[in-house]
Nanobody
């Protein structure tokens, strides 16, 4: 079972970029899935997450620092979660990780230790 994060790169402040997280080994269609980020010298922090309400509907959750600028989405047919990042700021610079777990519900999505599966991370650098 693996998660593979990709996307990001070098982006100018105020710009946009997209991240993808592809699952393999099994379907993640019932998992809660999240994005976290870790800046140099800092803790890995929650960014956004989804939980499934049905086979096709999910709820999304965001850290206050990204709400209104980032959008998390998922495509179960592709076993993929996305993070669309708008209005990027220098403080968004970090390595972004995706994570998944079958047991999580809305009250525990922001706690990184609750996730069982992790992707390898992808770098987002925002130049000012």
């Amino acid at each position: 079972v693996q998660l593979q994060a990709s996307g990001g790169g070098l982006v100018q402040a105020g710009g946009s970029t997209n991240l993808s997280c592809v699952g393999s080994g099994r379907t993640f269609a019932s998992d809660s899935m999240g994005w976290f980020r870790q800046a140099p010298g800092k803790e890995r922090d929650f960014v956004a997450a989804i939980t499934w309400n049905s086979e096709t509907l999910y709820s999304s959750y965001y850290a206050a620092s990204v709400k209104g600028r980032f959008t998390v989405s998922a495509d179960t047919a592709k076993n993929t979660m996305y993070l669309h990042m708008n209005s990027l700021k220098a403080e968004d610079t970090a390595i972004y990780y995706c994570a998944a777990d079958l047991t999580l519900r809305s009250g525990s999505l922001s706690v990184k230790d609750n996730y069982k599966y992790w992707g390898q991370g992808t770098q987002v650098t925002v130049s000012s």
